[in-house]
């Protein structure tokens, strides 16, 4: 997961929550009507840092000389063009990041081949995901309930090694 979209979905809750506090509090909810309208407003000032990050991509880094009020419009326009195209944006990030987290967890069966052939190239013991472990001396693999191998040497001895590795 990238450090990019964990800033992007932070500063998206934070709006959000700002969003609909501020909306609450001011006294801009008086009716049922508009409490259902109020999280639909929250998720839009929060799809902002989204589509804003899109922007900042696709757009030119110079600097421009501009007065006050160009800037002011400048901004305004960028932020309601980041609302609209955060709307897209942010399932895309999301969709993402979950993504990234199935790639992770699927990697773990191929650490688990890294290790062993670190182990058969090395020629050291390893304890495998299910709790099956290879003696470091004979290469004999033992269930996990195992301690002792018939070489003699012990599981507690092999976590030892791991560990100091």
């Known amino acids: 997961m990238r450090d990019v979209d964990k800033k992007l979905c932070i500063y998206g809750a ?13 006294g801009f909810v008086t009716d049922t009507s508009t409490l259902l309208v109020l999280p639909l407003f929250g998720i839009v000032m929060g799809c902002i840092p989204f589509g804003w990050h899109v922007l900042n991509k696709i757009t030119p880094r110079i600097f421009l000389f501009m007065p006050i009020i160009g800037w002011v419009l400048y901004f305004g326009v960028k932020a309601m063009l ?6 897209f944006a942010c399932p895309i990030v999301l969709i993402r990041m979950s993504d990234n987290r199935l790639n992770e967890s699927n990697s773990l069966q191929s650490i688990e081949n890294r290790v062993v052939e670190n182990a058969k190239l090395y020629g050291t013991g390893y304890i ?10 004979c290469g004999m693999v033992h269930q996990k309930e195992d301690t002792v191998c018939t070489c003699g040497y012990t ?3 092999l976590l030892r090694s791991l560990l100091q590795e």
């Open 14 to 26: 934070v709006i959000f929550v700002l969003t609909i506090v501020f909306l609450y509090t001011t």
């Open 82 to 87: 980041s609302a609209i195209i955060g709307i």
């Open 128 to 137: 495998l995901m299910n709790g099956k472990w290879k003696c470091a001396d």
């Open 155 to 157: 599981k507690s001895e």
